[in-house]
């Protein structure tokens, strides 16, 4: 297949995901946000998802058979892009009450239907300190 570029715009750059605070620091039990910004030359409704790394598993949890409770509980809190919620270029994660078990990398990942190309991943380092 030729070069075609049929219904395809130029698009300056594409999707772009970044990331402004690559390593955070937070207290436990408070509030934080963890900060993603985009751009994007697509008219489609982009999805936004956080992944999230742990820094080591909790042992005593797995051989008591419970997996961490705190990753399913982060893909529960997937946040579906919604235009009245926010505006077009923010996809921050806001968690309510940090936990010891939060700390880790956290990786904003951006979905759209037409914009293929750019940068569609950034992360942030979480760091949990006690009082």
């Known amino acids: 297949m030729g070069g075609e570029a049929k219904g395809r715009k ?4 594409g999707l772009q995901v970044t990331v402004p605070d690559k390593k955070k620091v937070a207290m436990l039990f408070q ?24 820094y080591c598993q909790d042992r005593m949890g797995e051989s008591l058979g419970m997996s961490s409770p705190r990753a399913q509980s982060l ?29 880790g990398l956290y990786y904003c990942i951006i979905t759209t239907p037409d914009d293929l190309e750019g940068k569609n991943e950034d992360s942030v380092e979480l760091l949990v300190l006690g009082k």
């Open 10 to 13: 130029a698009i300056a750059g």
């Open 31 to 54: 509030p934080t946000v963890l900060r993603c910004h985009f751009s994007t030359s697509s008219h489609q409704p982009a999805v936004v998802q956080w992944k999230f790394k742990s």
């Open 75 to 103: 893909s529960k809190r997937n946040l579906e892009w919604d235009p009245y919620l926010d505006c077009l270029d923010n996809a921050d994660l806001q968690i309510g009450k940090l936990m010891w078990g939060d700390s």
